[in-house]
């Protein structure tokens, strides 16, 4: 095989892309080291001394770290992925390189929808983008015009309900719609889809009996497919709702992924002791890991919860009165002579940021060795959660940099290595010969989220450059390249 790397008789070869005297991380957790990386296609050719080597393209690091790309964990990026290079900057300019998509049990397959899908669906994804009436066809479609980023895809269940139940999901499914979905996902596992997602929290799935799960998550066996779930609970019921996600997984024999994982409303904080003591001990006999975003507010739509005085809530866009996106709510109800409750109501369909958790928690939860770093924004809306565009930077600049909170090698390895392995993601994650090259230069003295709450839409200071599958899809300061260099990627079980 062709090689840059070293050894007497390869030395004289050439590469694409060599990026010299770096300091590699490379996604294990070990401690990163000077070197140089040599990139040959689409894999990584070489790493160590390749001084006596040469590439077409030779880029000098000084130092600055050279990671793998990053894999976010959980992305609702379904429909942005088929948009080209420019939607997905905000995910380029991160550093990241692959995204999951499908999560909280909402998937643009293999449903097709002829009118507007409820929310929390329609907050995901247009209405003329739910044309994909089986995994294949979005599979399809992603082979022939290829993503600016890689993807692997989760099956929702909240697509599948509707389509199975013709809409009307306010029960428990029969048998038949429960073995229709079964069905479907066993289908959609086979076109190469990685997993199951439920969001048992929102009203399309919450009458969801924890046997209906079971029953369509049956699919898994088969395929050694994921169970991931945005619980029914996250808030005061959240124990049982671990107890719950557990059970199904162990049910059918997949391993489990809680999504976001985070102690919600006042009433909770502090509780993830007890949450991560609980997850901890499953972990022991069994495959779970879980997500979270640096962030001590959740996104999510606005019907989803109550408006209380205690939970401040910043509105992120609304089909009725898209002018108060970037609002506060009180701030709206105020204006407006209403409660919020009232103003709530009049804003739906929309959605919003809910400041509903504890500092605390999210570092405790972050720093556990069992979490991956995923982001969870919402592409569509018109001033988003700064979690779309800032949730790798801000746990690489404020969370390691500036609180220490855990080193930049554990850091990483939350993005990338660990994600990797708990997805099954083949030959990324890493930096070492014949692994893919997905890669991101970053300076970690200055690497920052600018994204706000204020101001969302902003790329990160200090993520020099990211490639993706070798190819250069981001530079710092002159924005996405432009090369469509992903590719739909699959579990390797
Ligand atoms: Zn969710
Ligand atoms: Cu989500």
């Keep these: 095989m062709l090689s840059c790397h070293t050894g007497q008789l390869r030395m004289a070869l050439r590469c694409d892309l060599i990026i010299r005297d770096a300091t590699i991380i490379d996604g294990s957790g070990r401690a990163g080291f000077r070197g140089d990386v040599g990139v040959q296609g689409d894999r990584i050719a070489g790493v160590g001394d390749l001084a006596a080597a040469s590439a077409a393209r030779e880029v000098r690091a000084q130092g600055r770290v050279l990671a793998p790309g990053f894999i976010d964990a959980h992305t609702h990026d379904d429909q942005i992925v088929l948009q080209g290079a420019q939607c997905m900057c905000c995910k380029l300019s991160q550093g990241v390189t692959s995204v999951v998509v499908g999560n909280c049990g909402i998937s643009l397959s293999p449903v097709r929808m002829a009118t507007r899908p409820p929310a929390p669906l329609d907050q995901i994804c247009a209405p003329e983008w739910w044309k994909f009436g089986s995994f294949g066809e979005y599979a ?18 909240m697509s599948l309900r509707i389509g199975a139940m013709d809409g009307d999901t306010q029960r428990a499914a029969t048998d038949g719609e429960a073995e229709r979905m079964r069905a479907w996902l066993a289908d959609s596992l086979a076109e190469g889809a990685a997993g199951f ?8 799935s919450k009458h969801t009996p924890t046997d209906e799960v079971i029953a369509v998550a049956e699919a898994l066996r088969a395929h050694r497919g994921l169970y991931v779930t945005h619980m029914r609970d996250e808030a005061n019921g959240v124990l049982d709702s671990i107890a719950e996600t557990l059970r199904i997984g162990e049910a059918v024999g997949a391993p489990v992924i809680i999504s976001h994982h985070k102690c919600a409303q006042p009433e909770n904080h502090g509780r993830s002791r007890e949450t991560l003591r609980m997850i901890e001990a499953a972990a022991a006999r069994y495959p ?201 990627l699959q579990r390797a079980a």
């Excluded at 992603?142 to 895809?153: K, Q, S, T, W």
């Excluded at 997602?197 to 399309?204: C, N, V």
């Design 140 to 157: 399809d479609h992603l082979r022939r015009e290829p993503p600016a980023v890689n993807a692997l895809a989760l099956i929702g269940h």
């Design 197 to 204: 997602s439920t969001g048992l929290f929102y009203a399309p």
């Design 288 to 488: 779970v890991a879980f997500d979270v975003y640096p962030y001590t507010a959740s996104s999510t739509s606005l019907a989803a919860r109550d408006p209380r005085a205690d939970v401040p809530v910043r509105v992120t866009s609304s089909v009725p009165h898209p002018e108060m996106a970037g609002r506060m709510l009180a701030h709206i109800a105020a204006e407006w002579g209403v409660s919020l409750l009232e103003a709530r109501d009049r804003l739906l369909p929309a959605s919003g940021a809910f400041h509903n958790m504890a500092e605390e928690d999210v570092r405790r939860i972050m720093a556990h060795p069992l979490s991956m770093i995923g982001s969870d924004g919402g592409p569509l809306a018109k001033k988003p959660h700064p979690r779309l565009w800032g949730t790798f930077p801000r746990v690489l600049g404020h969370y390691v940099r500036e609180l220490n909170l855990m080193d930049l090698e554990t850091a990483i390895h939350k993005m990338t290595g660990r994600t990797a392995m708990v997805f099954g993601i083949a030959d990324r994650g890493t930096i070492r010969e014949g692994a893919f090259a997905d890669l991101v230069l970053l300076d970690a003295a200055t690497v920052k989220d600018r994204a706000s709450f204020e101001d969302s839409i902003q790329p990160a200071d200090g993520i020099i450059e990211t490639w993706v599958n070798g190819e250069s899809a981001y530079v710092h300061g002159a924005g996405v390249t432009g090369a469509l260099a992903g590719r739909l």
